[in-house]
């Protein structure tokens, strides 16, 4: 069954630090997303990918965050200057239509020290 | 805003006991609705969904849920549950805005006693 990867499984970083968290989509798939949920709180929306531009971000999702898919087949996230509230678990999704059913990366867990 | 409420944030059941998940959503307009699920370790992923029709969906795992409209509701219930489904539940809504975003709620972790 297809699915989707994600690397690193955890990130330890400084604070100030840039740090790239990396996925790979299902093939088929057309759209793309991060999400992050802090520990003890809900999964929050970050950023949604079509079509090689963001199509959809939140108020989180500030100039110290970018996503690109530089290769047609990764999907990065990159935060310039992590600080320490940017601890999480960060899940990269894909789906095939723009409001169906998200297909989940394991997670990537950032620490900011 | 558009939020998704989980009424429960952890539940505790022996095997064979009923489970109902409760979900309520505030936004006006026609939604798609999801529960997502995480087992420990795992990603998350899908149990059911409800985009139209049958207001009674059902899922993987002997799971389903119910979508009433009145109520902004889409609860999730399973009449035995078993071990194996100690897990963290998600409710998660897509308003059909043309947006791109799933709300999730908080989650529900749910521990069944062996």
């Known amino acids: 069954e297809p699915e989707v990867t994600q690397t690193p499984s955890h990130q330890v970083t400084q604070m100030g630090q840039e740090v790239i968290l990396r996925c790979v989509p299902i093939?088929?798939?057309?759209?793309f997303y991060w999400y992050r949920q802090i520990l003890g709180q809900k999964v929050e929306f970050l950023v949604s990918?079509?079509?090689?531009?963001?199509?959809?971000k939140s108020e989180i999702f500030d100039d110290q965050f970018s996503v690109e898919r530089p290769d047609g087949s990764n999907f990065t996230l990159k935060i310039r200057s992590t600080k320490l509230e940017d601890s999480a678990m960060y899940f990269c999704?894909?789906?095939?239509?723009?409001?169906?059913?998200?297909?989940f990366g394991e997670g990537s867990r950032l620490t900011v020290l | 805003a558009q939020s998704v409420s989980q009424h429960n944030h952890h539940v505790i059941l022996s095997e064979a006991a009923s489970l109902e998940l409760g979900c309520n959503y505030s936004?006006?307009?026609?939604?798609?609705l999801f529960w997502y699920v995480q087992y420990p370790g795992q990603h998350l992923q899908l149990l059911l969904k409800y985009f139209s029709g049958d207001p009674l969906v059902k899922g993987i795992k002997g799971f389903e849920a119910e979508f009433i409209k009145s109520k902004f509701s889409f609860n999730l219930r399973k009449p035995s549950v078993q071990w194996s489904d100690t897990a963290e539940y998600f409710c998660a809504v897509i308003p059909n805005t043309g947006g791109f975003k799933t709300i999730f709620g908080a989650g529900t972790r749910l521990f069944v006693k062996a």
């Open positions: 936004y006006g307009g026609t939604v798609n």
């Open positions: 093939s088929n798939h057309l759209y």
């Open positions: 990918f079509y079509n090689n531009e963001i199509s959809e």
């Open positions: 999704a894909s789906s095939e239509i723009t409001n169906g059913e998200l297909f």
